[in-house]
């Protein structure tokens, strides 16, 4: 089945730029959807079809998607984006569609 | 606005059967949008588990498929995910969430969650 890899952790000082990667084989002709998830909390959608931004998600959040790695970036942190982070792609074609990312954890300095 | 709400038992013995319900409010199943099931084991990431569509279509992950029923009630606007012959490793929160779009993709709607210990 389809394999996605993210860093498990990615670490970013308040007022920098979080980059977090999800790797897998020719992902860039796949869509790319990312998660955020605190603790005790379900995920939140952040960022569907590689870069798009659901309504009430701030503009600091980005994603990127090519070759074999999407990228979802989060500029100027806060202390509030601290959590895991998943990425996520669905393949219809695939006998396992659904696949989520290792996910990541993003701790702010 | 469209929420969901996952219910059932908190504690299954091993090798039972657990069910459990997502009633979704704000919106009619009826009316289309895949809907999914996905699980959290303690401290580990995220896993989908299978999706279906109002018309009763599903798609399953492989891993789990011979063990895995998921149901739509239209009449009663839910979906229901039933899982066999349970062992520890199936202790997780489990997810009921709604697909974005006419076609499954992202998840864009999740249930709160609900933990479901497997231990005799």
């Known amino acids: 089945s389809y394999v996605l890899t993210q860093p498990p952790s990615v670490s970013v000082a308040p007022g920098k730029t979080a980059r977090i990667t999800c790797g897998g084989n020719n992902i860039g002709s796949k869509s790319v959807h990312w998660y955020q998830q605190k603790p005790g909390q379900a995920p939140v959608l952040v960022i569907y079809y590689d870069s798009d931004r659901p309504s009430g998600i701030p503009e600091r959040f980005s994603g990127s998607n090519s070759g074999n790695t999407a990228t979802l970036t989060i500029s100027r942190v806060e202390a509030g984006d601290e959590a895991d982070y998943y990425c996520q792609v669905w393949d219809s074609s695939s006998d396992h569609p659904g696949v989520f990312g290792t996910g990541t954890k993003v701790t702010v300095l | 606005q469209v929420q969901l709400q996952e219910s059932g038992p908190g504690l299954v013995k091993p090798s039972e059967t657990l069910s459990l319900t997502c009633a979704v409010s704000g919106y009619s199943i009826s009316s289309g949008y895949y809907w999914g099931w996905i699980r959290q084991p303690p401290g580990k990431g995220l896993e989908w588990i299978g999706s279906?569509?109002?018309?009763?279509?599903?798609y399953y992950n492989p891993s789990l498929k011979s063990r895995v029923t998921i149901s739509v009630d239209t009449s009663k606007n839910q979906f229901s995910l039933k899982l066999s012959s349970v062992t520890a490793a199936d202790t997780a929160v489990y997810y009921c969430a709604r697909h974005d779009g006419g076609s499954p993709n992202a998840f864009d709607i999740w249930g709160q969650g609900t933990m479901v210990t497997v231990s005799s």
């Open positions: 279906i569509y109002h018309s009763g279509s599903t």
